[in-house]
């Protein structure tokens, strides 16, 4: 019963609403005169004049912005990997290791503060702020990286019987603390909701943490570090399924990053490649990340 009336008040709320609508047809709403609001009467502004406590710039993802407001503040999610200075993903036979699955090498940026800078007329503007980037690189060998060698290397992994191991997980993960450098055209200065926007600019990174993790698919053994010739260099034991060590892995400290974003409304799509290297000179591969993705919540 209460069902019912609750349908028969919403079908009255709407007859009265479109009657409203219907007899101020032809009025002129002068609520709202910027933004997407501009133009002939639509749908929307006459709903809005009919309804007398109706604030459109209330209403979610729609309210009137006064200033320039960039694209920077929000939670990315994308794609990770690394290059050659060719451009290329077919990495030099001397570092098998660095193989990886692209597909399931994601970066997860969570950029918290934002400051932006009108340069002219709130459609042209400059914007920072700050980010903590985690980026995720799996690998599709079964090789193991030292953290404590004068250059970066690594072995295979061989059980007792003299098997290579495969491993479930096999990844380094690298977190950043970020600042960008942006300017930004768009073309709506009033409200995201209905404005395209493309950016471009830098982002400076300092790395705040790395490590390596392996997921085995036995515990409680041991296990031998194997060069490619089949020399066993070292042996270790593992407790539990997981193992995780934290380390630099001659990952150089800074990083600078070319970066863009564009994108419609809310939708905004993002690209970066880096200006410098992955590893530090002449102590790792020269290698170039590059991440694109998409912002899932801006603000």
């Not at 349908?7 to 007859?15: A, S």
């Not at 060719?86 to 400051?115: C, H, I, K, Q, W």
């Not at 409304?265 to 000179?281: A, E, I, P, R, V």
Request: proline share 4%; net charge positive; with cysteine.
């Amino acid at each position: 019963m209460k069902t019912i009336l609750k349908v028969t008040m919403l079908f009255l709320l709407l007859f009265l609403v479109s009657s409203n609508i219907n007899a101020q047809e032809k009025k002129k709403c002068p609520l709202h005169k910027r933004g997407w609001h501009t133009g002939d009467s639509t749908q929307m502004k006459e709903f809005s004049c009919s309804m007398e406590n109706f604030n459109m710039d209330e209403f979610p993802f729609c309210k009137n912005r006064k200033k320039f407001n960039g694209h920077w503040a929000g939670v990315d999610l994308g794609i990770s990997g690394y290059v050659t200075p060719d451009f290329d993903m077919n990495f030099n036979p001397g570092y098998p290791y660095m193989n990886m699955n692209t597909a399931r090498s994601l970066t997860v940026n969570l950029n918290p503060f934002e400051l932006n800078v009108n340069l002219y007329k709130n459609k042209i503007g400059f914007t920072t702020g700050l980010g903590l980037q985690v980026s995720n690189y799996y690998f599709t060998n079964n090789y193991v990286m030292l953290k404590d060698s004068a250059t970066l290397v690594a072995y295979k992994v061989q059980d007792t019987q003299g098997n290579f191991v495969d491993m479930k997980v096999n990844k380094m993960v690298v977190s950043y603390l970020n600042l960008p450098l942006f300017f930004e055209f768009q073309t709506n200065p009033y409200r995201h909701i209905n404005s395209f926007h493309v950016t471009l600019g830098v982002i400076a990174g300092v790395r705040i943490g790395s490590y390596t993790k392996q997921v085995y698919n036995n515990k409680e053994e041991s296990y031998y570090l194997v060069d490619d010739n089949g020399n066993k260099v070292a042996t270790f034991d593992i407790d539990h399924y997981t193992a995780r060590d934290r380390g630099a892995y001659h990952l150089s400290p800074f990083k600078l990053d070319a970066s863009f974003r564009i994108g419609w409304s809310h939708l905004n799509l993002f690209g970066t490649y880096s200006l410098t290297q992955m590893f530090q000179k002449n102590q790792g591969p020269e290698l170039y990340p590059f991440t694109v993705g998409i912002t899932l919540l801006g603000w």
